[in-house]
């Protein structure tokens, strides 16, 4: 108690302090560069908007997917939602490869700053992207006349599950990156699963309305959860957030653990 009351925290403590404040500090620096080019945010917002205003609206016209009793265009925008979020995060790797070329990653791996810390604040510099592409597509999806809320609890709660998906997302590009080592392969493997794993989620159609192997898929699919708990926290529909969120944060968890154990090898 004495050594508390001293403003000095125990020695249990101290090193989550100083992970958290280096997490913290390393997310910062990712958000800086932002402040140079604004260029990916805008481009980025292109691809939700053309799913918004393309193939929402077709196929509200056309009705052939089952929503539940909403418009399809309300179904789709929390799918789209996560959609960006997944795109945005899944090239993350790239931006490791770069700072090992560049002889960043050595630097950074040889200063105290643990490696969970650096995987971790890369992972949440691309979720603070992630969230703010979901306010492009929340705006987009307003002026089409998508009847979202705007509670600010559910707001916040919406923020929380697109961090968790797009630090997962990007821990898993950082994974590959460690076990591929090349841009050129990263980018081909980062390609090949981002559609695979939009498409086997629920982002498009429920998952009722998939063959029983997709469904199998889309179960161990951190995408579905996702999108489950953006339609229950925007659209109010049933959902299962206590599931969803345990999920994602389980998935973020197991995300950042293995992103840290490789990266040692991305950084020979």
């Known amino acids: 108690m004495s050594v508390i009351l001293a403003g000095r ?32 945010l805008y481009t980025r917002a292109i691809q939700p908007a053309l799913w918004l205003l393309i193939f929402g609206e077709t196929f509200t016209r056309i009705r052939l997917i089952p929503t539940e009793g909403i418009p399809y265009l309300d179904y ?21 490869i770069w700072d090992r070329d560049a002889g960043i990653l050595t630097k950074l791996l040889v200063t105290p700053t643990p490696r969970a810390a650096l995987v971790a604040g890369k992972a949440f510099a691309a979720g603070v992207k992630a969230v703010i592409q979901a306010v492009v597509v929340l705006l987009i999806a307003a002026l089409l006349g998508v009847g979202m809320t705007w509670n600010p609890v559910r707001l916040l709660g919406m923020a929380a599950a697109v961090v968790l998906g797009a630090a997962f997302f990007s821990c898993l590009s950082v994974t590959i990156a460690g076990i591929v080592l090349t841009r050129d392969r990263l980018m081909g493997i980062g390609q090949a699963i981002t559609m695979p794993l939009f498409f086997a989620s629920n982002a498009l159609y429920p998952i009722a309305v998939m063959p029983g192997w997709l469904q199998a898929i889309s179960a161990v699919n951190p995408l579905t959860y996702q999108v489950d708990a953006l339609r229950a926290l925007l659209l109010g529909t049933p959902g299962h957030l206590g599931l969803d969120f345990l999920v994602l944060v389980i998935a973020a968890a197991t995300g950042i653990t293995a992103a840290s154990l490789l990266l040692p090898r991305l950084a020979r």
């Not at 125990?10 to 390393?26: K, N, Q, Y």
């Not at 789709?76 to 090239?91: D, E, K, N, V």
């Open 9 to 40: 925290l125990p020695a249990s403590v101290e090193p989550l302090r100083t992970g958290w404040s280096r997490t913290i500090a390393m997310c910062v620096v990712e958000l800086q560069k932002l402040r140079h080019d604004r260029t990916e």
């Open 76 to 96: 789709l925008a929390p799918g789209i939602i996560a959609q960006s979020a997944m795109f945005i995060s899944i090239f993350y790797g790239i931006q490791i």
